[in-house]
């Protein structure tokens, strides 16, 4: 059974910081693999899909990177601002079933 | 061009009663999902359809049951509600063309039921 893990659970940074928030699974047999956030109390938005054959993704300040063998993935905010505050969730899709695992999350707050 | 839509927003039931929560998803796509985001318990996987038929369900009582119609939007319905089935739900929608690896999933804003 797939089971992911976000690290850390919360992390609390100043604007213009640069950070990384951590994720990893047990089954390295996943097809790709999700980041979203999520504003409280709301659905969450996709920020970026990495196959299983690719080792990163980048979307503006964000990078994304993946390493099946040891079944994690980071992902890097670079320049962090206020607005960057949420929870940022990661999710894998394993084997034919098209469904995601997701992890528990990581509440993250940027402060002025 | 309109992302995934869910309805009602909020639903207030009681114990024992049944709830239908409805999502259209994006235009073109044909497969739906629901998750479940109870408090404390993270995002779990409920259903997927894909061309109208049910194609996985997650690890839920049969009490959670679904259907998509021949526009790709579904209905999940929730019977002999119990207080804690009190979450927010989540439709979800892609492209379900055999590309796993490329399968993007995008979400809803949820509906938020909540069962006194």
């Known amino acids: 059974k797939q089971e992911v893990t976000q690290i850390p659970a919360a992390l609390s940074v100043p604007e213009g910081e640069n950070l990384v928030l951590n994720c990893s699974f047990t089954d390295s047999a996943i097809y790709n693999l999700q980041w979203f956030r999520q504003d409280p109390g709301k659905g969450l938005t996709s920020l970026l899909l990495?196959?299983?054959?690719?080792r990163e993704q980048t979307s503006g300040r964000l990078n994304a990177s993946l390493d099946k063998s040891s079944g994690r993935s980071t992902l890097y905010i670079a320049a962090s601002q206020p607005g960057d505050s949420a929870t940022y969730l990661c999710?894998?899709?394993?084997?034919?079933?098209?469904?995601?695992?997701f992890g528990t999350g990581t509440r993250l707050q940027v402060t002025l | 061009e309109a992302g995934v839509t869910q309805s009602p927003t909020h639903l207030i039931k009681t114990r024992g009663q049944q709830a239908t929560l409805r999502c259209s998803p994006i235009s073109g796509h044909t497969s739906v999902y629901w998750y479940q985001q109870a408090l404390g318990l993270g995002l779990q996987f409920l259903l997927w359809?894909?061309?109208?038929?049910?194609?996985n369900r997650g690890n839920f009582p049969p009490r959670f049951s679904g259907r998509q119609f021949p526009n790709y939007s579904s209905e999940l319905n929730v019977n002999a509600l119990e207080l804690e089935d009190s979450a927010l739900y989540l439709c979800?929608?892609?492209?379900?063309?055999?590309?796993?690896?490329?399968?993007?999933?995008?979400f809803g804003a949820g509906t938020r039921l909540s069962v006194l």
């Open positions: 359809y894909d061309e109208g038929e049910e194609r």
């Open positions: 999710a894998v899709g394993t084997g034919t079933a098209s469904k995601l695992t």
């Open positions: 990495i196959q299983s054959s690719q």
């Open positions: 979800a929608s892609s492209q379900h063309r055999g590309q796993l690896a490329k399968n993007i999933q995008y």
